[in-house]
């Protein structure tokens, strides 16, 4: 038995997870608190490690802490590069350094959807797929991929950036400076405004409540979802397809039509052997992933 402290850091909120590693893993203790963003990257970082400090010494035996973050990371390093969604000044932040030193222990650094995939794939709706893609729809769209069991980092750890590919080749401009990327189309405020909505929650409670232009702004949302992720049935001849973020509450609303493209443009796969599922996990996937992350 190994118990691992995994902590997902986000614009509003920072949550953590103690996860315990045996025959069947668990998960011990959670907790969050508001993101202390007053002094930008400075008090991020000093939260992160307050936050592990307190862990270690309230929780027996931990021995490992992974860290989530949204952006872009250079996680051998276990610095950041970019993260748009924390306010700081995050090109080059020493993270794992001082969290090495905080809790005298090993730290590791990942992608938060990265870390999303992973656990799905440990704990949640993509327990034994042999190849899964998840896809967390909020702020951003961001993704992460197992191959073969196993979570796939690829060049710099960028593997599995779902929401960069492009959708439209003239589209609207995408935060990462190229155009027409799915992001640009499918995160949380492009889907209100498709909508008609101010915020993505309200846009699933129109559309549920029948109003024409929120459903034709999920549908057409979902639509590109369809043809971002038949890009990597295609590619990538993933079994299982796990979605998570707030709009995943939409449930068959945005599973279906995303099914129905997935169908529509794949033949070169056994289509209907193939999963497309929400998460599990809830708001807690992120720590929990990272957690596993960090304990290997
Ligand atoms: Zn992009």
Redesign the pocket.
């Known amino acids: 038995m190994s118990r691992h402290l995994g902590l997902d850091v986000g614009g509003t909120n920072l949550k953590w997870a103690v996860v315990e590693r045996d025959l069947e893993p668990r998960v011990l203790k959670t907790g969050v608190l508001p993101t202390d963003t007053r002094g930008g990257e400075q008090s991020v970082v000093r939260q992160l490690l307050d936050v592990a400090k307190t862990v270690f010494a309230d929780v027996e035996g931990v021995e490992s802490v992974g860290v989530g973050m949204p952006g872009v990371l250079e996680p051998e390093a276990g610095v950041t590069k970019f993260i748009p969604n924390i306010p700081g000044h995050w090109d080059g932040v020493q993270v794992i350094g001082p969290m090495t030193d905080a809790v005298r222990s090993p730290a590791r650094l990942i992608n938060d959807a990265r870390a999303f995939a992973l656990a799905e794939h440990g704990f949640g709706a993509g327990r034994g797929a042999r190849a899964m893609l998840g896809i967390t729809l909020g702020t951003g769209v961001g993704g992460g991929l197992i191959l073969d069991g196993q979570l796939y980092l690829g060049h710099e750890g960028t593997a599995g950036e779902f929401?960069?590919q492009t959708i439209l080749p003239d589209g609207p401009r995408?935060?990462?400076?190229?155009h027409g990327?799915?992001?640009?189309l499918a995160r949380a405020d492009a889907i209100a405004a498709a909508c008609g909505q101010s915020s993505v929650e309200a846009a699933v409670a129109a559309a549920r409540a029948g109003d024409e232009r929120a459903q034709h702004g999920l549908r057409e949302a979902a639509r590109y979802l369809g043809i971002g992720a038949s890009n990597v049935v295609v590619l990538l001849a993933v079994d299982r397809i796990v979605i998570g973020g707030g709009i995943a509450a939409a449930g068959e609303m945005l599973l279906d039509p995303i099914r129905q493209e997935i169908a529509r443009r794949v033949h070169v796969t056994d289509v209907a052997r193939i999963t497309v599922v929400a998460g599990e996990l809830g708001i807690w996937a992120g720590a929990i992933g990272a957690a596993l992350h960090g304990s290997t």
């Open positions: 929401g960069h995408c935060g990462c400076g190229n990327c799915l992001e640009a």
